[in-house]
């Protein structure tokens, strides 16, 4: 410090403030945004890791999805949030909590918030999606059904750990989101396909719903929903999910 002006308990104290912000942030959840659109999920050089704040997950999203788990067309979106520690990412080991005996799995496309924004008009919303990827929404199907019948929350059927497993997220510049196509095998086999098109709430309606209640922040994710077809998992299951195109993640069951 030999020379300078600032004043020691300055300079000692920016230095703590910068160890500070950089722990926080490697301590905290992200979501890789690629420069380019490709579809390999795993790891790609270029582009920025964002802190994920928030994740909000659309329930019953796709009619026949409703219909297989018995449920009627929601009227206006369901929406229900994981915490960002759920999230882990491609080639990840998921383990199967020890109080579940029916650990689900559930495909879906999603998308990440660029900018802050708040009472979000549907016709602007577009300008708010920086990315998007495929993700998997894994639930505790048991646990959630015996907290629905007894009319309590379900929070830890869907945002314990590892339960938001996501790809890579890539550029959404000129995608037309109504070709999205997304699949999911498992051990190789089909489990999953569906199509964004056939959504209920489209991801304009979606975050024009969500920003009249929530303030949207820079990296928030938001799943769409799934398509039918989900299913259970077991100890040593592979899993590889895709945005067909542009985005692929692979998850083992462990």
Not at 80 to 102: E, L, N, R, W, Y
Not at 226 to 233: C, F, I, R, W, Y
């Amino acid at each position: 410090m030999r020379g300078s002006s600032v004043p020691p308990q300055l300079w000692l104290s920016g230095i703590l403030e910068r160890n500070a912000t950089l722990f926080y942030i490697h301590h905290m959840k992200t979501v890789h945004l690629t420069k380019t659109s490709s579809s390999k999920g795993g790891s790609a050089s270029g582009g920025e890791d964002i802190v994920v704040p928030k994740i909000f997950c659309i329930g019953k999203n796709y009619a026949k999805h409703a219909a297989e788990m018995k449920s009627d067309v929601p009227q206006r979106p369901v929406v229900f949030m994981k915490p960002s520690s759920a999230i882990v990412h491609d080639g990840a080991k998921v383990s199967i909590p020890a109080m579940t005996a029916d650990l689900h799995h559930e495909t879906e496309v999603y998308f990440v918030i660029g900018k802050e924004g708040k009472e979000i008009r549907k016709e602007d919303a577009r300008s708010y999606i920086a990315a998007m990827g495929i993700g998997l929404d894994l639930t505790l199907r048991d646990l959630q059904t015996e907290l629905k019948n007894a009319g309590n929350p379900w929070l830890i059927s869907k945002g314990f750990d590892g339960s938001a497993p996501i790809s890579n997220a890539v550029p959404v510049d000129g995608v037309d989101f109504n070709s999205l196509e997304l699949s999911l095998t498992v051990n190789g086999k089909l489990r999953q396909q569906g199509s964004y098109k056939n959504t209920i709430f489209k991801i304009e309606e979606v975050i024009a719903f969500i920003s009249q209640l929530f303030t949207l922040e820079r990296g928030d994710l938001i799943f769409t929903g799934t398509p039918e077809g989900v299913a259970k998992l077991n100890h040593g299951d592979k899993l590889h999910a895709e945005l067909i195109g542009h985005a692929s993640l692979d998850v083992v069951i462990s």
